[in-house]
């Protein structure tokens, strides 16, 4: 069975090598997908419902979708391209965005909150119906942006995994298009003809400006440099511990404790070089972990 298109070939060729690569789908496996309606996730369960009609095992979809509880959000459109499409799928609704309305002080961007509320729907229906995976609509440059927003405002060294088990051990959230860039996601929703919905919040779209910020310096580092993105990507799979400054990952007495025991054999061996170079020249003992440089002692003079 062939693709359809040179571009979902390719969607699907980075969406099995993620989900090689980090293990994210198994035989089995019922798949949650949580679908909002946007473009990500309709490009995520078109994609996985091409790959499960394909795969070499057997894994199960449903879509699920969480209603904020906005007017005029349209939950039916959702419910008439799944089931037309034959997919399975339940629509969720809460009063999320009255939530939100109570909680949030005037001038925070209501997203990451909203977000966080409508997580905790997605591991309760996880349970419901029966999932054993939450896979989740984020792509290459959501890991990117992630990794620059922690970078340059929180302090941290860090991103999003592309596998995560929840705190309670009970879930585990999955993002198969790790690979896949926004672009391309766009593109793949467009050319299947599936409905791009917002979901009606009065901030629907309103990124913060300091993802705006990065996600424009993003797009200009891309186009001077073709091949950043990938790069950065890349990186997040390419840590080097001692090459950081976070002391829990390089405790200073384990490296002092790690350089004596790497040190004591070069040690030992340049020692025993100067002994048969310089017959009948003491050499002074070693200095304590090996850290001072050998010293000769000549005899003095007669």
Same mark, same amino acid.
């Given at each position: 069975?062939?693709?359809?298109?040179?571009?979902? !070939?390719?969607?699907?060729?980075?969406?099995?090598?993620?989900?090689?690569?980090?293990?994210?789908?198994?035989?089995?496996?019922?798949?949650?997908?949580?679908?909002?309606?946007?473009?990500?996730?309709?490009?995520?369960?078109?994609?996985?419902?091409?790959?499960?009609?394909?795969?070499?095992? =057997? /894994?199960?979809?449903?879509?699920?979708?969480?209603?904020?509880?906005?007017?005029?959000?349209?939950?039916?459109?959702?419910? %008439?391209?799944? %089931?037309? $499409?034959?997919?399975?799928?339940?629509?969720?609704?809460?009063?999320?965005?009255?939530?939100?309305?109570?909680?949030? %002080?005037?001038? =925070?961007?209501?997203?990451?909150?909203?977000?966080?509320?409508?997580?905790? #729907?997605?591991?309760?229906?996880?349970?419901?119906?029966?999932?054993?995976?939450?896979?989740?609509?984020?792509?290459?440059? =959501? /890991?990117?942006?992630?990794?620059?927003?922690?970078? /340059?405002?929180?302090?941290?060294?860090?991103?999003?995994?592309?596998?995560?088990?929840?705190?309670?051990?009970?879930?585990?959230?999955?993002?198969?298009?790790?690979?896949?860039?926004?672009?391309?996601?766009?593109?793949?929703?467009?050319?299947?003809?599936?409905? #791009?919905?917002?979901?009606?919040?009065?901030?629907?779209?309103?990124?913060?400006?300091?993802?705006?910020?990065?996600?424009?310096?993003?797009?200009?580092?891309?186009?001077?440099?073709?091949?950043?993105?990938?790069?950065?990507?890349?990186?997040?799979?390419?840590?080097?511990?001692?090459?950081?400054?976070?002391?829990?990952?390089?405790?200073?007495?384990?490296? $002092?404790?790690?350089?004596?025991?790497?040190?004591?054999?070069?040690?030992?061996?340049?020692?025993?070089?100067?002994?048969?170079?310089?017959?009948?020249?003491?050499? !002074?003992?070693?200095?304590?972990?090996?850290?001072?440089?050998?010293?000769?002692?000549?005899?003095?003079?007669?």
């Amino acid at each position: 069975m062939s693709y359809r298109t040179p571009l979902e !070939a390719r969607i699907a060729r980075k969406t099995t090598k993620a989900i090689v690569d980090f293990g994210l789908i198994e035989d089995g496996d019922r798949v949650m997908v949580g679908l909002s309606g946007g473009k990500d996730s309709w490009a995520l369960i078109q994609v996985l419902d091409v790959l499960r009609r394909r795969a070499p095992i =057997d /894994f199960s979809l449903v879509a699920v979708n969480v209603d904020s509880g906005y007017e005029d959000y349209e939950h039916g459109t959702i419910r %008439e391209v799944c %089931e037309a $499409r034959g997919w399975e799928v339940r629509i969720q609704h809460t009063s999320i965005g009255e939530v939100i309305d109570d909680l949030l %002080e005037a001038d =925070d961007t209501p997203c990451s909150l909203c977000a966080r509320l409508r997580r905790g #729907v997605l591991y309760r229906l996880a349970g419901e119906v029966g999932a054993t995976k939450i896979a989740l609509g984020h792509h290459l440059d =959501d /890991f990117v942006e992630t990794l620059l927003l922690n970078l /340059f405002f929180g302090g941290a060294l860090k991103a999003m995994p592309a596998r995560l088990l929840s705190d309670d051990g009970r879930h585990v959230v999955i993002r198969p298009l790790a690979y896949v860039t926004e672009a391309e996601a766009r593109a793949y929703t467009k050319e299947n003809h599936l409905p #791009v919905i917002g979901c009606c919040c009065p901030a629907c779209g309103d990124l913060s400006l300091q993802r705006q910020r990065l996600k424009r310096l993003v797009m200009e580092l891309e186009r001077e440099h073709p091949g950043v993105k990938h790069s950065m990507l890349t990186a997040l799979g390419n840590v080097v511990p001692s090459h950081l400054l976070d002391r829990r990952l390089n405790p200073p007495a384990a490296l $002092r404790a790690t350089a004596a025991a790497g040190q004591a054999p070069a040690v030992a061996g340049a020692r025993a070089q100067l002994r048969a170079a310089t017959p009948g020249m003491p050499i !002074a003992p070693p200095h304590a972990a090996g850290t001072a440089p050998l010293v000769l002692h000549r005899p003095p003079p007669e």
